[in-house]
Every structure is written in structure tokens, then in C-alpha cells.
């Protein structure tokens, strides 16, 4: 049973830039979320996606935005980079949208640095 | 809306010393609650978790049980490892809602 994978591990951008950040979802998953942890803090929730579209939003301007593929698989886009966007994003995958008790498994992260 | 609150580490501890972390939460409903553990450059683990009131999430020698009276989860070992150092976080889940965070509490154990 795979975990999830998140890609790149690490990424230097300049601020006003895009980026565009990776996630596979375990094995037989088909909702993920998006989480961002500033440093020394706890995740924030961005956004969620069941089935290829968006079911749920936290607070989190519309600069940040998504998309779900049909393999479950995951994209999230941040345009016009702000130094504050600096923190490690995480993704989780889950069997069933908004289901705790199925569980949710969280990757490793992304780790962006806006200068 | 949904919070989670900690204690404020970092926490420094000897090896095999007691360990508790506090956490309290406010909620709607009847959250399911969690603790998860981030080791340095590390994603989040599921640690241990409980889905009502009255029961005990154990593993790995941590456990936690829900108090709804006080709303309360707080994690406990018996003797903490300096494996063990680490990043801590509560979690709580309401059907239908995001997850929501606590801050984390920072554990260092010395040898």
C-alpha cells in the first residue's frame, strides 16, 4: 500500500511568481486535502476536493486554487507568490470525503520558500 | 467555531520521565479527536485517535482519552524516549468539517 507522495520536497520562488505543487494520493483514496503549516505553527486548512471538484474552502484567498485528477491525484497552484506564502503545504488523501473514521494519511510536504 | 488549544512548549524532559501535554478543545457536536506527530523535516503521523466520548486512543506507549465534561484529550506516556522528540499536535474532526489544528507542543527528551 503506497503512502502519499508529495512533490517537489523543497522550492525557492521569487515573490509574484506561480508555483504549482504535487500530490498522489494513497492507493484507493479519492478525496484530498490541502493544508498549510506556517513555521511554529499548527496546518490550516486551504481547500478539499472529492471526485475532481472543490467541496470545501478555509481561508484562503482565491490565488490559491486546485485541481483533482481522475487517478485521485492533486495539484495546488498559488499565483502571485507573497513572501507570507513561505511554509511547508501539506497534502492528505482519504477513502471518503469528510469521513474521519476511514482516516486520513498526510505526505510529507512541500516546503516553499518565497524571497 | 472549532479550536484546539495546547500547552505552550517547548517541553524538555529527561529520558523516562512522565510526559503529559494538554489540550483542550471547543466544538460543535461530536468531533472526533486525534493526536499526530511531526518529526523534524517530516510530514504529519497519526499517533493515536478517538471517536467519542470515553475512549482511549493508545499507541506506541501514548495514549489519550476523550473527556467531553472537560473537553479535554490530553497525551500521556510513562516514560518518554529521546526518540520521542518531536512535534505534537491535536486534532479534532467534525463529519463534514476540515480538520483543525492546535499550534503543537515542541517535546525535547535528553538522554
Known amino acids: 500500500e503506497t503512502g502519499v507522495t508529495q512533490s517537489p520536497t523543497h522550492l525557492i520562488k521569487t515573490r509574484g511568481q506561480q508555483v504549482t505543487l504535487r500530490c498522489s494520493s494513497q492507493?484507493?483514496?479519492?478525496?484530498v486535502s490541502w493544508y498549510q503549516q506556517a513555521l511554529g505553527q499548527g496546518p490550516q486548512f486551504i481547500f478539499q476536493y472529492y471526485r475532481e471538484e472543490e467541496n470545501g474552502r478555509g481561508n484562503f484567498p482565491p490565488r490559491f486554487s486546485g485541481l483533482q485528477f481522475p487517478n485521485y491525484s492533486s495539484e495546488l497552484n498559488v499565483n502571485a507568490l507573497e513572501l507570507d506564502d513561505s511554509a511547508l503545504y501539506l497534502c492528505?488523501?482519504?477513502?471518503?470525503?469528510?469521513?474521519?473514521?476511514?482516516?486520513?494519511?498526510f505526505g510529507s510536504g512541500t516546503r516553499l520558500t518565497v524571497v | 467555531g472549532n479550536s484546539v488549544t495546547q500547552m505552550e512548549g517547548p517541553v524538555t524532559l529527561s529520558e523516562e520521565a512522565f510526559l503529559t501535554i494538554n489540550c483542550t478543545y471547543t466544538a460543535t457536536g461530536y468531533p472526533s479527536l486525534f493526536w499526530y506527530v511531526q518529526y523534524p523535516g517530516e510530514g504529519l503521523q497519526l499517533l493515536l485517535k478517538?471517536?467519542?466520548?470515553?475512549d482511549k486512543g493508545s499507541n506506541k506507549g501514548f495514549e489519550a482519552t476523550y473527556r467531553k465534561e472537560t473537553t479535554s484529550f490530553h497525551l500521556e506516556k510513562g516514560s518518554v524516549q529521546v526518540s520521542d522528540s518531536a512535534v505534537y499536535f491535536c486534532?479534532?474532526?467534525?463529519?463534514?468539517?476540515?480538520?483543525?489544528f492546535g499550534p503543537g507542543t515542541r517535546l525535547s527528551v535528553l538522554p
Open positions: 492528505a488523501s482519504s477513502l471518503a470525503s469528510w469521513g474521519s473514521n476511514y482516516g486520513y494519511t
Open positions: 486534532a479534532l474532526h467534525n463529519y463534514g468539517q476540515n480538520f483543525v
Open positions: 478517538a471517536t467519542k466520548a470515553d
Open positions: 492507493s484507493g483514496h479519492n478525496t
